[in-house]
């Protein structure tokens, strides 16, 4: 029998289980198979620093060098520095204070050569650009390397349907919960403020058109991500506590993604907490071709299918991460709007407080209604 059962073998699930593994704990990794990962489908993107002040920012600044790590560990993951590209036209209402809010956001660990406002020009449709130091994973080469390292690190990973959990019939002696979306149909008892969104995004997979299209984009160079300067689906995650319909946006942006790339984003959230059927994609399709096209008009038209995965995220406060209130052996670990950035260093948290080491225990923000004392 395991030590440690893990459900979810997401981006979450699969790094808590690699960090278990390196402490020397039997490890059994659950993946419930429900499709495409909300991982796999990602930009990957590591905004290593844009935390809030506190414990998310030092967690947030470490995730770099943690992502090197990882990669010496346990071989190539999909890691690269990259530039993030915020773009806007002058018509936008209040661009100026977003960008001096993202400059001074920036500007506490990037130096100024990393961080350059790019003027338009008639190539990028007159849309200005805000240049960034970032990072990346690469999601296709991440849902790829991931299988293999679990292997190579005697993490025994199998595919399964779960249903509800019991607490006085865990399945392992101690049980982490790390399945995104899917984390409340296993334990309903889960904070309020653990959401889901509807994620939609455009893949095209296509790789001699994807090299040409970021050869001839005035907007963004091969390995870069393109985003919008005001990201929608910020706001409408943070409105969740208050919808009293289903609402959906576009993000027109751009990601490589393996040899070919990712395009836009769409979102949908309803009302209350449960996650629901899959929306009609239609219109949202429809909509999300739109936004890209005004930014460039072949992006509008790319022969790309369109896919949407539920994706877990908090409402507010900081993400859902330590013991379960009332179930002894049970461990949450979801609701992580910046994962990509969060989920190397708080793995290793939660590893460590597995095992027993209470001092990890007490830096994770916890699996309550409220934040813990340190994380506001």
Do not use: K
Not at 52 to 64: E, F, N
Not at 186 to 194: E, K, Q, V
Not at 340 to 347: D, E, Q, W
């Amino acid at each position: 029998m395991a030590d440690v059962l893990v459900i979810g073998a997401g981006l979450a699930g699969s790094l808590v289980a690699l960090a278990l593994a390196e402490r020397g704990a039997a490890v059994e990794l659950v993946d419930p198979g429900q499709g495409c990962s909300a991982t796999g489908l990602s930009y990957g993107g590591v905004p290593w620093w844009a935390g809030a002040p506190g414990p998310l920012d030092a967690l947030m600044a470490a995730a770099p060098a943690a992502w090197r790590q990882l990669e010496q560990r346990h071989g190539p993951l999909g890691w690269s520095p990259c530039s993030l590209r915020l773009h806007w036209s002058d018509a936008e209402v209040a661009a100026e204070a977003a960008v001096e809010g993202v400059q001074a956001l920036a500007s506490r660990h990037l130096g100024p050569d990393q961080v350059e406002r790019l003027d338009p020009s008639p190539a990028s449709g007159g849309r200005r650009v805000l240049r960034l130091g970032y990072g990346r994973i690469d999601s296709r080469r991440l849902s790829l390397a991931l299988p293999e390292a679990l292997e190579r690190a005697g993490v025994r990973r199998r595919r399964g349907r779960c249903g509800p959990l019991r607490a006085d019939a865990l399945p392992a002696r101690q049980v982490v919960l790390a399945a995104g979306a899917g984390c409340r149909a296993l334990w309903p008892a889960l904070p309020d403020r653990l959401r889901v969104s509807w994620a939609g995004v455009l893949r095209l997979e296509d790789a001699s058109l994807s090299r040409e299209l970021l050869s001839r984009s005035a907007l963004i160079q091969p390995n870069d991500i393109l985003m919008p300067l005001v990201a929608r689906r910020q706001g409408l995650e943070q409105r969740a506590d208050r919808l009293q319909r289903p609402e959906w946006i576009v993000d027109p942006g751009l990601a490589p993604w393996g040899e070919g790339l990712l395009l836009g984003q769409s979102s949908l959230i309803r009302p209350g907490s449960a996650c629901g059927a899959p929306p009609q994609a239609a219109a949202q399709e429809l909509e999300l071709r739109r936004a890209l096209g005004r930014i460039d008009p072949r992006l509008g038209q790319v022969p790309a299918s369109f896919a949407q995965v539920p994706v877990s995220f908090c409402s507010s406060g900081p993400p859902l991460v330590g013991p379960v209130a009332g179930a002894a052996g049970l461990w949450l670990f979801a609701g992580l709007s910046s994962p990509f950035a969060l989920v190397p260093a708080l793995a290793e948290l939660l590893a460590a407080a597995l095992c027993g080491e209470r001092p990890a225990l007490e830096r994770l923000p916890g699996a309550s209604a409220e934040a813990g004392p340190d994380w506001g």
